[in-house]
């Protein structure tokens, strides 16, 4: 099992809808995770950080986390095409950062 | 601007050639990474360096040596190129490894080995 995972996609929503973007992880111990944001040949970008359970919202997006269930997702209301890209998933281990492959999501206009 | 310089952008090497990846940030950040991007694979720790004067090897070391220089710079060096190092290279930095903060990347360097 990798430490964290999630769907490859392509995830497509329509223009305005909400994305919804999920993440595991392995390690019960694991108190700090991230998203990033990756648009196509450029590099990652922060996005959101959440270490406690329950839900936290910056503008239109919100991170959730269920640390009793290993579970951390992202939330993107009002979907925009500029959205479009590849969102990575990244739980902190020790003085390191763990990263899930990423998720490409894709918004129709 | 403030950031994460990474030299070069893009690079192709001959099998068994050397080259060294340069990175310098400008934040005050006392901890710097060197990643890999590999399609499907997502970001692997290479090196990474807690501190000045400290350096720990990540997930996947090996055909790898790295040179902090300073609290500004931080060096990927390979030594003997092989195709299997054929990835997209991304030097990050943060404030400190005990506070969780989020990384900042560099803009990448795209090496081939051919």
């Known amino acids: 099992q990798k430490e964290v995972e999630q769907n490859s996609g392509p995830l497509s929503v329509p223009e305005g809808a909400i994305a919804s973007l999920n993440c595991t992880y392995s390690d019960r111990g694991s108190q700090s995770f991230f998203w990033y944001r990756q648009y196509s040949g450029k590099s990652p970008e922060l996005i959101m950080s959440?270490?406690?359970?329950g839900d936290k919202e910056d503008g239109r997006f919100t991170a959730q986390l269920n640390k009793a269930s290993q579970y951390v997702s992202l939330l993107i209301r009002d979907s925009q095409p500029s959205d479009s890209a590849t969102y990575l998933c990244?739980?902190?281990?020790?003085?390191?950062?763990?990263f899930g492959p990423g998720t490409r999501l894709s918004v129709l206009p | 601007n403030a950031g994460v310089t990474q030299t070069p952008k893009f690079q192709v090497l001959k099998t068994g050639q050397s080259m060294t990846l340069q990175c310098a940030q400008d934040?005050?950040?006392?901890?710097m990474y060197w990643y890999r991007q590999d399609p499907g694979m997502g970001l692997r720790l290479i090196y990474y360096s807690a501190s000045e004067g400290t350096t720990d090897k990540g997930e996947v070391p090996n055909g790898y040596n790295v040179s902090r220089l300073n609290k500004r710079e931080f060096s990927l060096r390979l030594e003997s190129a092989a195709p299997s190092q054929t990835s997209v290279y991304f030097c990050?930095?943060?404030?400190?490894?005990?506070?969780?903060?989020?990384?900042?990347f560099g803009s990448g360097t795209r090496l081939t080995v051919v």
């Open positions: 934040m005050n950040h006392n901890s």
């Open positions: 959440i270490y406690s359970n």
């Open positions: 990050a930095s943060s404030e400190s490894p005990s506070v969780p903060y989020g990384y900042t």
């Open positions: 990244a739980v902190r281990r020790g003085q390191n950062f763990v």
